[in-house]
């Protein structure tokens, strides 16, 4: 009787915790909108539209919100960036969205996408399997939040070699930094990405220095937007999905202009849902790199991912660069870790 109480008693504590994760995992959509029918045109204003229609993961209309900052004169698309997120908006469509909005909504771990028609056809768009694998296949990359350490090697015609070690931190969508531990010449550098905003610290210096996406620090095939990535899903979003044999094929769009490739052209693996390669492209659909993912391995604590990234480009003919992963680890941190003022302070974060 008594265990029979008992069980009883885990079943009713377990039930709302259950609910309540299920609650937090589900995929809510809030699109902009020009009135309360799903069948009108979406806003091209994100934070001073006269609505927001909620769906759910199925694209049933379950909410007209009533956008309560449309008028205001300041910080509009912060606020409504907030009021999303309370409300657990997972994805928000807009035709376009402020740099403040889209900070935030990043920091929230809000995804989002610019898309122009019709609500109802947006929404369909977005809950197409293209999208939900992409969302998929940056978990399987990697947690929300790390650790790692890397080796970057780039390869010249002749053969020479230049390597660095890197240490890596991440946290949600939108803060990468990495300290440099090696060479010797190079120790104690460190880098920052907040968003698409990026900063190079160098000791003698003192000073963090602006550094932009197709720059490298590390010279060779890789730029900054390679060795700082963020999710794939937050810079872009599928516009054509095809299937051939044991793959995906995802053809990806950049959200905005600001980052370093306008075109991604993906092929996934469709049982492990990781990438094998990915072509970067310009508008124009130009070639500007390829990059091959290799030798998947388990690093532990379910992370099942490829090992080895490899990159090489026609614009640089007979160069190479390598990218090794080792010591992948979920780890937490503040928020201060990821700002200008901690970039000197990186290497104490190792353990």
């Known amino acids: 009787m008594k265990k029979s109480l008992f069980s009883t008693l885990v079943v009713l504590f377990l039930l709302p915790v259950m609910a309540y994760a299920a609650q937090k995992n589900a995929v809510k959509i809030a699109v902009a ?9 979406i806003s091209s204003k994100a934070g001073h539209c006269p609505y927001y229609l909620i769906f759910n993961d199925t694209g049933e209309l379950i909410e007209v919100l009533a956008n309560p900052y449309k008028d205001a004169q300041r910080r509009a698309g912060q606020q409504t960036a907030n009021l999303l997120a309370d409300k657990g908006a997972t994805i928000v469509i807009a ?36 999208n939900q694998i992409l969302i998929k296949l ?26 660095y070690v890197l240490f890596t931190v991440k946290k ?24 698409e905003n990026m900063w190079l610290y160098i000791p003698n210096v003192g000073k963090p220095i602006r550094i932009t996406s197709l720059q490298s620090v590390v010279g060779g095939v890789f730029n900054n937007s390679d060795i700082l990535r963020l999710d794939y899903a937050a810079e872009y979003f599928v516009e054509k999905m095809e299937e ?6 995802l053809n990806l769009k950049a959200k ?25 492209l310009t508008e124009a659909s130009m070639l500007i790199k390829t990059i091959y993912f290799k030798q998947t391995r388990d690093f532990g604590n379910k992370i099942v991912r490829p090992s080895v990234i490899e990159t090489d480009s026609p614009l640089h003919k007979g160069y190479k ?31």
């Open 172 to 195: 949600g969508r939108d803060k990468v930094a990495a300290l440099f531990i090696s060479p010797a010449s190079e120790k104690g550098r460190s880098t920052l990405r907040l968003v």
């Open 95 to 130: 035709e376009n969205f402020g740099e403040k909005m889209i900070g935030v909504m990043r920091s929230n771990g809000t995804n989002y996408f610019k898309l122009q028609g019709v609500v109802l056809d947006a929404v369909k768009k977005v809950l197409g399997p293209g």
């Open 256 to 280: 905005t202009k600001t980052v370093a490739y306008d075109k991604l052209k993906m092929w996934v693996d469709k049982d492990k849902i990781l990438p094998i390669k990915v072509q970067c």
């Open 33 to 41: 909108s020009n009135s309360k029918d799903p069948r009108s045109s």
């Open 138 to 163: 940056d978990r399987n990359l990697s947690p929300v939040s790390y650790e790692s350490y890397r080796k970057l090697i780039n390869i010249e015609p002749n053969g020479r070699k230049r390597e």
């Open 244 to 249: 051939l044999g044991d793959k995906y094929i």
């Open 321 to 351: 660069s390598v990218m090794l992963f080792a010591n992948i680890k979920k780890r937490t941190f503040k928020d201060e870790v990821f700002t200008l003022t901690f970039m000197p302070n990186l290497e104490s974060l190792r353990q």
